[in-house]
């Protein structure tokens, strides 16, 4: 809702007049069987609606309708074509012929995004220049796979688009001398994404800083050979707040070395500024860094903890990263409020690690762990100290069993999502959640084979207005489950929206066996034998 759906080229100039609105007039149709005619009258009732108006009801249509609202009349082609500001192309070399008459009809737009397929030809320098020249508006470029743009043609583009806020170029083959040129001439650029560019090869030309130093907030890099020819860039970005670097070659920990250095160096200044009774209001240290398939290690976390101002870090797939980079990062970035681990079952990030961030990071309040041998040791620490924590998922964690479950919901007041996924749980540990977790609202269990469809259904009565995922269960209300809510990307996690099942249509006797089962186990009072111990060995997890 909100985004202009892509235009159907060719259309616009043979459909146009075909259409016609009948305003205000009459037609007289003969009623078959009846010896009078009847007068029925149409009236256009937008026809004294503002085109404004119009144009802002064109926003919450979906591309089909909006295309087939342009062949209505005139006044609505119209309309549609100086309201839309947002336009996705097949980027072929054909394309070109067509461009003139396109931005003709389409003068507004901002936001543009080219794509071929790898078996096309894409549009080449001479296309790129025309739509520079006739979009002096632009703010946003998306290039996908266009392959014949060079390093001549970013350049050229670049001089004529001065007001260009964001730039996602990916799969194309022009390198560091178009960078260049972009971040030289566009100097209002706040984001940046780079993704398999075939120029940026070894050797290549260093990248950056340029004008756009100033204004740059976000860059990502994705699966590039040479991306450490962006470190100029990098440390040069004064207000750079977003910094991802995922699955590139090579070694980072140089780079990560120069970003805490950067964050020392501008927090010593910082205080001889304020010495002297002045301070840099402009410069933004880094708040979010993740970190996916990249050979780093302690080196590096131990780099970034110096970045102090950090709220979201993702460490993922980085198996050099042990404990102690963890634990660095844990005492020096006090305000972390989303901490993403993949451990990729390495065994390097634990326990240690995680009674870190309990003492250190009390305003957690997101913490995804996949592949993290993590016990109730640490995660008894966490529910402690962490009051704030409301989003949880335990993923691929061979320790993490009935005992750690039942530890969360005894003491995670605050937690509202919980995702757990390949864990030895059983339905002791969802009898647990039954009762714990108050302010729960949504929970999704998968790949728990200890978990039965039982244990679910006797779950949804005992907490009806909770939403449950369990793959163990028959019934589904056709919610689809999202990961926008927690954002896990990329990990094949899925966390936040969960879908809802509904309510059960099993027989009373399931759910008199599970009622007798455990029963059984409350009986010998296991959980709250559990919960017994762990609150005898507060002393040793409580972290102050």
């Not at 007068?39 to 979906?62: K, M, N, R, S």
């Not at 260049?180 to 030309?205: F, M, Y």
């Amino acid at each position: 809702m909100g985004q202009s759906p892509p235009v159907v080229l060719g259309r616009e100039n043979s459909l146009c007049d075909s259409f016609t609105f009948l305003s205000s007039s009459s037609a007289f149709i003969s009623g078959e069987g009846f010896g009078d005619e009847i007068a029925v009258e149409i009236v256009d009732y937008t026809a004294e609606l503002p085109d404004e108006c119009l144009a802002f009801v064109f926003q919450f249509l979906g591309p089909g309708d909006r295309n087939r609202c342009s062949l209505v009349c005139k006044r609505w082609f119209r309309v549609d074509g100086w309201s839309r500001h947002r336009l996705s192309l097949n980027a072929q070399s054909e394309i070109v012929y067509s461009l003139p008459s396109l931005f003709t009809r389409f003068d507004s737009v901002t936001k543009l995004a080219l794509r071929c397929s790898r078996k096309s030809i894409s549009l080449t320098d001479d296309a790129l220049l025309t739509i520079s020249i006739r979009c002096r508006n632009l703010t946003r470029l998306k290039l996908r796979g266009c392959r014949e743009i060079t390093d001549e043609g970013m350049s050229a583009f670049a001089k004529n688009s001065k007001k260009l806020r964001k730039l996602s170029c990916g799969s194309c083959m022009f390198g560091a001398k178009a960078l260049n040129a972009v971040l030289d001439h566009c100097a209002n650029l706040e984001e940046l994404s780079v993704k398999r560019l075939r120029g940026i090869h070894d050797g290549a030309e260093p990248i950056g800083p340029g004008a756009a130093a100033s204004s740059l907030k976000m860059i990502c890099l994705k699966e590039l050979v040479n991306g450490q020819s962006f470190a100029p860039l990098v440390v040069g970005s004064k207000n750079l707040k977003t910094l991802k670097i995922i699955h590139c070659l090579g070694d980072w920990d140089s780079v990560l070395q120069l970003i805490g250095n950067r964050n020392r160096n501008y927090k010593e200044n910082l205080n001889c500024d304020i010495n002297y009774g002045s301070s840099d209001s402009n410069s933004n240290p880094l708040m979010e860094i993740h970190l996916e398939r990249l050979q780093v290690s302690d080196i590096g976390l131990s780099a970034i903890s110096k970045c102090t101002k950090i709220e979201n870090l993702h460490i993922v797939k980085t198996p050099e990263c042990s404990n102690y980079g963890l634990v660095c990062v844990a005492e020096n970035c006090k305000l972390l409020r989303k901490l993403h681990i993949d451990g990729w079952r390495t065994n390097r990030i634990g326990d240690e690690g995680l009674i870190a961030v309990a003492k250190h990071c009390s305003n957690l309040q997101e913490l995804v762990l996949i592949g993290v041998n993590a016990t109730h040791v640490s995660l008894s620490a966490i529910a402690c100290n962490c009051s704030k924590l409301e989003r949880l998922a335990l993923c691929g964690s061979g320790t993490i069993g009935d005992t750690e479950i039942a530890c969360i919901a005894a003491k995670c007041m605050a937690l509202k999502k919980l995702c757990i996924k390949g864990c030895p749980i059983s339905d002791i540990a969802i009898e647990a959640l039954g009762s714990g977790c108050p302010n729960l609202v949504k929970i999704k269990v998968r790949k728990c084979r200890g978990v039965s469809s039982d244990a679910g259904e006797w779950l949804r009565e005992q907490r009806g207005s909770m939403l449950i995922n369990m793959d163990a269960c028959d019934t589904d209300c056709g919610f689809e489950a999202s990961v926008s809510d927690i954002g896990v990307h990329e990990t094949g996690v899925e966390v936040g929206q969960v879908t809802a099942v509904g309510a059960s249509t099993s027989s009373n006797g399931r759910l008199a066996l599970l009622r007798s089962k455990l029963g059984h186990f409350a009986g010998r009072n296991l959980v709250a034998c559990t919960l017994r111990r762990w609150s005898n060995r507060d002393g040793e997890f409580e972290l102050h």
